[in-house]
């Protein structure tokens, strides 16, 4: 959970941010204690590093650098990325100063995962892809345009759920997924050229998406993202913890939330 999952999977994550250059080490002497123990790194151990983390570093950036326990870590990681990148990427709805995520998997195109503020409710995840060149040029691949929708709990459904549990009250985000323009391929659906060289309308396909709490938990089946910075989650974060009082104040609220969304939101 946190900083913490990094050991997941690697023994020696790195840190370099201006001055402060060191390593938490489980693999060394201190054994358990370097989880909480940072070792500071010589310079000889510096010049060892991979130049892309030195050059970064160099450039005034804070680099977290991750040695992989094993290889086979990095197809699994891939799977991550990509995953983040299509089930996932709501999560650039709902992070509060994460504003832009670079994705570099082996042997694929970098791509970065970004939002831009559209107007009103509406926002726009847009995906993008860097060219094949040393100084790479990025290119809108995808966007993927939400709704969004703002719900606060009153106090009569939170009632005394905040001194008990020690939580605000919370406010509920509803993001719907929105066709973006007839001529791109999303999820939601595709585009074709007519036969008179226009476009025919765009056929609406079903996507499902997650609940998150700032980080996505998991898909329930909903077809809109629901966001909550309150909910109770298991100790992995896999889920919702099923006996919160708060999560069910939360779920029971969910239907006025979406009815609300309907209501206020013409696009929905």
């Known amino acids: 959970i946190g900083f913490k999952s990094v050991f997941t999977v690697s023994n020696q994550p790195h840190v370099l941010s201006g001055g402060f250059t060191f390593r938490f080490d489980i693999s060394g002497p201190l054994g358990k204690l370097g989880y909480v123990t940072p070792t500071w790194l010589t310079a000889s151990e510096l010049s060892l590093l991979p130049e892309e983390v030195r050059l970064a570093h160099a450039a ?14 990095a197809q699994a990681i891939g799977r991550e990325m990509e995953e983040l990148e299509k089930q996932g990427r709501a999560t650039m709805l709902f992070l509060k100063r994460l504003r832009r995520i670079e994705l570099a998997p082996l042997g694929a195109p970098l791509r970065t995962l970004s939002c831009r503020a559209l107007g009103g409710t509406a926002t726009a995840v847009v995906v993008q892809e860097a ?3 040393n100084v790479p040029q990025f290119t809108c691949r ?9 719900h606060k709990l009153g106090m009569s459904q939170w009632g005394g759920l905040t001194a008990e549990s020690g939580a605000s009250c919370p406010e509920l985000v509803l993001a719907f997924p929105m066709p973006s323009s007839a001529r791109q391929a999303d999820t939601l659906g595709n585009a074709v050229d007519g036969p008179d060289g226009g476009e025919e309308p765009l056929q609406t396909q079903h996507r499902l998406e997650a609940l998150f709490c700032a980080l996505p938990i998991r ?6 993202a629901l966001n909550c910075d ?3 989650l298991v100790a992995n974060r896999g889920d919702l913890h099923h006996g919160s009082m708060v999560n069910k104040a939360i779920r029971d609220e969910l239907p006025a939330a979406f009815v609300s969304a309907c209501r206020e939101q013409p696009e929905i």
């Open 219 to 224: 898909c329930i089946g909903f077809g809109f």
């Open 60 to 73: 005034g950036r804070t680099v977290l650098f991750l040695p992989l326990r094993h290889p086979a870590l």
């Open 142 to 150: 995808e966007e993927h345009r939400y709704v969004l929708h703002r």
């Open 131 to 133: 060219s094949a060149t």
């Open 230 to 232: 309150c909910f109770d």
